[in-house]
């Protein structure tokens, strides 16, 4: 059925009014605002449907990017211009920041929840939080000998269209923003190399002594997946600060964990220009994971977790002991020379080791994972010495980063096509493309020496790979997974433990 332009946005202000994206008392504001950017002159019509699913903004949107692309308001033929018009469209819809700032206040004051819940909804409803794409993930879970962990396929970013990837060959890369995690991005309409983010918006909290902001990312890969960004454009770094602002943002909004990722280059995250963490409301695998060891330091319990990359928890309930215990051991790992295990901390002023940081709060008990990671290259390890291997590069190449640290593998969209294909190589090896498996010849030699269902074969493949991820986690642990090098990660601790009693 063809809706006539002024009744497809009469749709669209009823649905936005339903999910209180805008109040009542500013319906003919908004309504004239939009008809004028979409170029209808008819007035105002009646809402068709008025019963609407968190999945009909598209169907809701279709008709009038249809029509204002037919009417030249856009390049029709990039798919980059559409988003960026479906961006400024829904800008229209949301408030000003300061007014979206004075909100989340007013309702923090009467609960942290409340407050995210309003942001977080306000930016899934402006089709900032693309649910749509998120849908379009393929998540599954994997028993590992550390516990269940999750695997995300991740098929949600869109592909670029060709003619925009022309277009940012073409153009002179930006310098505004400077990057992609820049508080400027907020009601920036994104050129060829950088997202629409018209309808962006941010949330200002001090963490420490510095200005930081609270958003949400657009592809989200866990509940509420919260970035919280430097109000500067600085480099990721870990000091005795970092704990200061963590502890600051699980006090504010003790729902959410935080974390950071390591701040140097193979072990930390894909940004490191811009000092950020990430946090949000979901749980995650390492959350789960068992003590091997633990040692009681006054108020402070201190454990060694059974865990593929090498992990000390530290909790209590004294925020400023938690802090100083956790800090301690930061450094204590900074100075940590083992050549048995390759840790080498520095090389000239090069320094190689750091941590991957997370805090949660439970009731009034802090907690602090601190991850031990180094990034030393050696000529055998070129990408790293404690990085995943090549043979489950097929797998996962990229960074062991923050979310998969924590057992949850974020992992490319390609594979969700290629394991139909390696399924059909095992079934008949006669019928495969030898090009398209090349990548994955070590994980085809890897399944081959497992015992194949006859049923549930798919399901089975991907528990296969949930394996090599734990396996792709355990190549990023210093101490390895041997009974040696976990006596060596005992006698680590305990010599913290003695260390921070001095
Ligand atoms: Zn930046």
């Known amino acids: 059925m063809t809706v006539n332009p002024a009744q497809a946005l009469a749709n669209l202000m009823a649905y936005a009014l339903s999910v209180e994206l805008i109040h009542p ?8 605002k939009l008809c004028y950017m979409l170029g209808i002159s008819t007035g105002q019509a009646e809402p068709i449907d008025l019963c609407f699913g968190r999945d009909d903004l598209e169907k809701l949107l279709k008709p009038l990017l249809d029509e204002a692309g037919h009417k030249g308001r856009y390049d029709s033929l990039s798919l980059a211009a559409r988003e960026r018009f479906a961006a400024q469209i829904m800008d229209v819809f949301m408030p000003h920041p300061s007014t979206l700032q004075t909100r989340f206040e007013a309702l923090h004051a009467k609960h942290p929840r409340l407050a995210t819940d309003d942001f977080y909804h306000r930016c899934v409803h402006s089709r900032y939080i693309r649910t749509d794409q998120i849908a379009a993930n393929e998540a599954f879970e994997s028993d590992s000998p550390y516990g269940t962990l999750k695997v995300t396929i991740n098929l949600g970013k869109p592909e670029k269209d060709p003619r925009d990837i022309i277009k940012a060959a073409t153009r002179q890369v930006s310098t505004y923003p400077a990057c992609l995690l820049c508080k400027e991005h907020v009601g920036h309409d994104g050129a060829p190399d950088q997202p629409p983010r018209a309808n962006h918006r941010i949330i200002r909290m001090r963490l420490g002594k510095d200005p930081f902001y609270l958003q949400y990312s657009p592809y989200a890969y866990y509940a509420e997946h919260a970035i919280v960004l430097h109000e500067k454009h600085v480099p990721m770094h870990i000091d005795a600060q970092t704990y200061e602002r963590l502890f600051d943002f699980v006090d504010a909004l003790p729902h959410y964990f935080i974390g950071s990722n390591a701040d140097l280059p193979i072990v930390g995250g894909s940004m490191l220009s811009h000092e950020h963490y990430q946090g949000g409301l979901a749980r995650f695998p390492i959350e789960e994971a068992k003590t091997c060891a633990s040692i009681k330091q006054r108020t402070v319990t201190v454990e060694r977790l059974h865990w593929p990359i090498s992990t000390i928890k530290i909790s209590g309930k004294a925020r400023a002991t938690v802090i100083k215990a956790a800090d301690a051991l930061r450094r204590f790992w900074q100075e940590t020379c ?24 439970t009731d009034d008990m802090y907690t602090v994972y601190t991850m031990l990671r180094n990034n030393i290259t050696t000529a055998e390890r070129p990408d790293g010495r404690f990085h995943v291997h090549p043979c489950r590069h097929g797998i996962k190449k990229e960074n062991i980063g923050l979310i998969e640290a924590m057992g949850w593998a974020i992992l490319p969209g390609r594979l969700a096509r290629d394991l139909q294909l390696i399924a059909n190589y095992l079934d008949d090896p006669l019928q495969a493309n030898e090009d398209t498996l090349a990548p994955y010849r070590d994980f085809i030699d890897f399944v081959s020496k497992q015992t194949r269902p006859n049923t549930h074969r798919m399901t089975w493949l991907k528990q296969q790979v949930g394996h090599v991820f734990a396996q792709a986690l355990e190549d990023c642990a210093v101490f390895p997974q041997t ?9 680590w601790m305990e010599a913290y433990d003695d260390n921070h009693k001095i």
């Not at 008392?25 to 004239?32: L, M, Q």
């Not at 901390?345 to 709060?361: A, E, I, Q, Y």
Request: aromatic share 10%; with cysteine; charged share 25%.
């Open 25 to 32: 008392d500013d319906y003919d504001y908004v309504y004239n």
């Open 338 to 361: 083992d050549s048995d295990h390759d840790i080498i901390p520095c090389t000239g002023t090069t320094r190689h080791n750091t941590v991957t940081l997370v805090v949660r709060k």
């Open 483 to 491: 009974a040696a090098g976990q006596r060596a990660f005992q006698s």
